[in-house]
């Protein structure tokens, strides 16, 4: 549900003036934390104005989030109808209610109607406000927002058989999608192998199934609203389905993604993704290690296509 639904929020540009603008910072601040330019919020001079570096923080809000691409109104700054949308909307925002004495002085203020508060609520008091005040909060908890299906080939030093396919199912847990922001993922992966030096080409001789967790640190600089460079690193259990004794554990390191956007609507985006770094696994004893448990350490790439799927419309 959109926190404003049926309420009317004033177009916002550059040299306006009012808490309005303060709540746009807060939100701001919220969706592009650092390295993102973070605007002042609270009793900080300047709150209250829309400048210059309010307007470059909202022309990098609707680039990232693709607000009217395609149209003149693409990259504007100004916050309108569809900017305010997604500000307000993106991953359920929550706020934290400030409490500021009133002063004779202090300017006029817009009146902003919030829709009724369930009856379980507190009521309004001086220490609990009824305008929404900056600063912004997401949500204090990672929540399910992603499905990510992965299809791809893989290439890797610790193995004699070191070209494979692979797919990934994972859910992916976030607070939210953009801007910098940590996602947990964990799922189901599955993986065959490709031996040229045998001159058989796919191999079905040995195949593998498991479980995997990963962590990644996503649009860091310099990502743009097509390209999304992070950092990752991902732990699993494979268990070989052609030998029983068969298994393998990875160890977590961190590695380098580079995401290239094919194509984008609110649900659904479709990334081509290649990523790589060190690897480090522990091979259980099985047939293919003279049944001897070992270590290897050596280095990854993998290319593919990623479909993610959002649960909330993002």
């Known amino acids: 549900m959109h926190l404003f639904e049926g309420k009317k929020l004033r177009t916002l ?5 009012g808490e309005d603008v303060g ?3 807060g939100f701001l601040n919220y969706h592009l934390e650092k390295p993102d330019d973070q605007l002042p919020t609270l009793r900080q001079p300047g709150a209250l104005d829309f400048g210059p570096r309010t307007e470059a923080k909202v022309k990098r809000f609707q680039k990232v989030n ?4 395609g149209t003149k109104d693409y990259m504007d700054g100004v916050v309108g109808d569809h900017t305010w949308k997604i500000l307000t909307q993106r ?3 929550v706020f934290k209610a400030e409490s500021r004495p009133p002063s004779a002085q202090s300017p006029p203020r817009p009146t902003i109607q919030l829709p009724p508060r369930p009856a379980t609520q507190e009521k309004d008091t001086d220490e609990n406000p009824p305008f929404p005040r900056f600063p912004v909060e997401g949500p204090s908890k990672f929540q399910l927002r992603r499905i990510d299906l992965q299809l791809g080939g ?3 030093s610790t193995s004699t058989k070191n070209l494979s396919w692979g797919l990934q199912i994972f859910t992916t847990f976030l607070k939210k999608a ?3 922001h940590l996602e947990h993922g964990t799922g189901l992966l599955a993986s065959g192998n490709y031996d040229p030096r045998r001159g058989k080409g796919w191999d079905d001789s040995k195949a593998d199934v498991g479980v995997g967790w990963s962590v990644k640190w996503a649009n860091i600089p310099p990502s743009t609203e097509t390209v999304n460079w992070s950092i990752n690193t991902m732990t699993w259990l494979m268990k070989s389905v052609t030998d029983r ?3 393998t554990i990875g160890l977590p390191l961190p590695g380098v993604e580079v995401d290239y956007s094919l194509y984008k609507n609110k649900s659904v985006e479709l990334i081509l993704m290649a990523s790589g770094g060190p690897l480090l696994n522990v091979e259980l004893p099985s047939q293919f290690n003279n049944h001897e ?3 290897k350490a050596g280095g990854n790439a993998f290319f593919g296509l990623t479909g993610q799927f959002s649960l909330f419309g993002n």
């Open 293 to 295: 448990c070992r270590l």
């Open 245 to 247: 004794n068969a298994a």
């Open 178 to 180: 953009d801007g910098f």
């Open 66 to 69: 693709k607000i009217d691409f």
């Open 13 to 17: 540009r550059r040299h306006m003036h």
């Open 154 to 156: 893989t290439w890797s």
């Open 91 to 93: 991953n359920r925002v």
């Open 23 to 25: 709540l746009l910072h």
